[in-house]
């Protein structure tokens, strides 16, 4: 039975927000906009789980009971390129977690990943990971990724994706058939292309956050 569990956030100002992302005719700056408010919306899902403790604070009137993030502090990992242009979002209500890089490519001909950059701590032991990256298509980034955190200690590893493909949540549950993985998501699509892009999609999110370069 896979472990690796899928939310797709259903709520009108997601669904309104991915259909602009979606448009063609959404310009660069009106889409890092659009998927910096979008991810800050998923985050506040993706977190559900987040690891508190219990804590007394004076208010002016009385103590109250309260909780306050555990530690360690969760770390967030923008998945390099196009994860960068979900950092903000997924900062703006996390604002204490540590930021950790990883740069995975795939090869646009046989659609393998593979890892170019690593600023993650060695030692993952016990802490709770907040994958970015906007596309979950053939899986083929997200399982380097989360095997690399598995492999270091990580606990709960949570992928933040704007949009994801069938193929690719499946291909992360036969991954991590054990594992405790979740994948947030705006909304899971037909299908792959031959090409490898999700279809309908949005087309390629790096390029369309940043240009063709
Ligand atoms: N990466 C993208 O940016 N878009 C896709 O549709 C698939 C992978």
Redesign the pocket.
């Known amino acids: 039975m896979p472990v690796v569990r899928t939310l797709v956030v259903d709520h009108p100002l997601v669904g309104h927000k991915l259909t602009a992302l979606r448009d063609v005719r959404t310009d660069s700056p009106t889409f890092r906009r659009l998927a910096d408010e979008l991810v800050t919306l998923l985050a506040y899902e993706a977190t559900r789980g987040i690891r508190t403790e219990t804590v007394q604070v004076q208010t002016p009137v009385a103590l109250a009971q309260g909780v306050r993030l555990a530690r360690p502090v969760p770390l967030v990992v923008p998945v390099l390129r ?1 994860g960068l242009g979900m950092l903000d979002g997924m900062t703006r209500l996390l604002p204490t977690a540590e930021v950790g890089f990883l740069g995975v490519v ?1 090869d646009e001909t046989s659609l393998a990943a593979t890892t170019y950059a690593d600023r993650l701590p060695e030692d993952l032991a016990g802490r709770e990971v907040y994958v970015l990256d ?5 899986g083929g980034t997200l399982v380097t990724t989360v095997a690399l955190m598995k492999a270091r200690g990580a606990g709960r590893i949570t992928c933040v994706c704007l ?1 994801a ?1 069938p193929e690719g949540v499946a291909r992360l549950e036969q991954a991590f058939p054990d594992d405790d993985v979740l994948v947030v998501t705006a909304a899971v699509d037909d299908r ?2 031959e ?5 309908p ?8 956050l940043y240009g063709v370069v």
């Open positions: 196009a795939r906007p596309m979950l298509a053939t949009l493909a792959l292309d090409r490898g892009y999700i279809t999609g949005l087309g390629d999110a790096g390029d369309r």
